[in-house]
């Protein structure tokens, strides 16, 4: 049965999803009727997915080795492709090992299901991913959950563990809010309760740091302060999958015990190739990440200028509070009618009266870009009181 035969009241027909179907690559640029319509709706930060030399690398990747793994990692699957990235992978983020996955959410259910049992406690931010939620659940792990940032909540929940083992997770930025994750003091607080330190960096890879290494590079926390690192392939990257790097013992762990990792088919070995050449990218083109950061500060100083009601973020995640569902959803409908793509965030993926547009800014963006997304937010958005 469709979801839209089905008669809901308002506020339930308010979160309900439906698929869009695109029919052009990922990009900024779409067909709209009478002219190209912008979109503000895509992860790939630095304008990666559709580059012409990441392309040609999967092309080149798909006639040697064809176009799937054959199987897991641990049958057929693995490649001097894999082994090529994961390499490279460790050492752009300075840890011994890397271990490549399919997905952000099939690593950190790894993760946390081969490090943490019963006898753990897992201490969460309140706004992490789902897939942490999900992983500590399945893990069997007492879980704790922290205020969003508060290092010092963070620091009283561990004290309170007593003799049982510890871990503290946190996204480096956070998906919705497009905040920083204190990382900083969440390493000391770590280190002092004596419990083991991971970041999801999912949306901070690629982008901070001397050469993108992400948000644990940007407060230059090493392997020491950050044992275990999180992050995936399929935002900043501009590809698919995701990898977890840390020590030898570490990823050893992971291949040995690691449920989803075992009985997972292997990432192509042509994406691994693409991957890399992404990689090199990000490495050698620091002028995107520049561009990227330069279109953020317009953005926000444009927001300010304009009274329009940002929530804090220095990411290319800029989120615009409007509180309820339905304007959230009525603006974005309406910013879709002038050609401009910008999704309505909605319960339950954040708390209820925290609906929001989520604009989401590529290197690829002009400020031109940005002006025309500006004039429609001006012209649309209420000025909700958030008191």
């Known amino acids: 049965m469709q979801a839209d035969s089905v008669h ?35 992860n790939d930060y630095l304008g990666l997915a559709a580059y012409p030399p990441i392309q040609e690398a999967w092309c080149r990747g798909g006639r040697y080795w064809g176009v799937g793994s054959g199987g897991s990692h641990l049958l057929s699957g693995h ?41 753990h406690v897992v201490v969460q931010d309140r706004l992490n991913h789902a897939s942490l939620w999900d992983a500590v659940r399945l893990s069997g792990a007492r879980l704790r959950r922290y205020a969003h940032g508060n290092v010092e909540d963070a620091r009283r929940i561990l004290n309170a563990m007593g003799d049982a083992p510890g871990f503290l997770v946190s996204e480096g930025v956070f998906s919705m809010d497009g905040d920083w994750g204190p990382l900083p ?17 999912a949306h901070g890879i690629g982008i901070w740091g001397p050469l993108g290494q992400g948000s644990c590079s940007h407060y230059a926390l090493g392997e020491d302060a950050v044992p275990i690192l999180m992050a995936t392939l399929g935002k900043a990257l501009g590809t698919y999958g995701a990898f977890v790097a840390g020590s030898a013992q570490l990823i050893e762990q992971l291949i040995q015990e690691g449920r989803p990792y075992r009985y997972t088919t292997a990432l192509p070995p042509a994406l691994a190739e693409a991957t890399l050449a992404a990689l090199e990218c990000v490495i050698r083109e620091p002028e995107r990440r520049e561009r990227l950061f330069g279109l953020i500060d317009y953005f926000k100083a444009c927001s300010t200028q304009l009274g329009l009601p940002l929530l804090p973020s220095p990411s290319p995640i800029q ?12 603006v974005s409908r309406a910013l879709e009618a002038r050609g401009i793509v910008v999704p309505a965030i909605r319960p339950p993926t954040v708390p209820h009266g925290q609906a929001r547009l989520r604009i989401s800014l590529s290197s690829s963006h002009t400020r031109e870009d940005l002006d025309r997304l500006l004039q429609g937010l001006s012209d649309l958005c209420p000025r909700p009181n958030r008191s």
């Open 8 to 42: 809901l009241p308002d506020c339930a027909a308010d979160l309900v999803r439906f698929r869009q179907v695109r029919n052009t690559p990922t990009g900024i640029h779409r067909p709209f009727a009478g002219g190209v319509g912008l979109a503000f709706d895509s």
């Open 79 to 119: 490649t001097r492709a894999h082994e090529k990235l994961e390499a490279a992978l460790a050492a752009w983020t300075g840890r011994e090992r890397a271990l490549l996955f399919s997905s952000g959410y099939v690593a950190n259910l790894t993760v946390l299901q081969v490090l943490c049992g019963r006898r």
């Open 185 to 201: 003091g969440l390493a000391d607080a770590a280190r002092a309760a004596r419990a083991v330190f991971m970041v999801d960096d």
């Open 319 to 330: 989120p615009l509070w409007l509180g309820s569902a339905r304007v959230a959803l009525d």
